[in-house]
């Protein structure tokens, strides 16, 4: 298993949370239908803060 991170500072706390929103609105389901990833997550870390991790199985994508 292979894990992507991926780390986002924001202006806003309320910046990150309409990001996180609009994630698990529309990208999620897209990413998850779309792509090689076998699971995504979106964690708020706190101060304007998320990050990110995608998991897969194939060596290649990264």
Do not use: C, D, H
Request: overall charge negative; proline content about 2%; glycine content about 6%.
């Amino acid at each position: 298993m292979y894990i992507r991170m991926v780390s986002i500072e924001f202006p806003s706390q309320q910046k990150a949370e309409a990001f996180v929103a609009m994630m698990e609105t529309s990208w999620l389901e897209k990413l998850e239908n779309e792509t090689l990833t076998v699971e995504q997550t979106v964690m708020k870390t706190g101060e304007g803060k998320i990050v990110g991790l995608g998991a897969t199985t194939l060596r290649k994508i990264f």
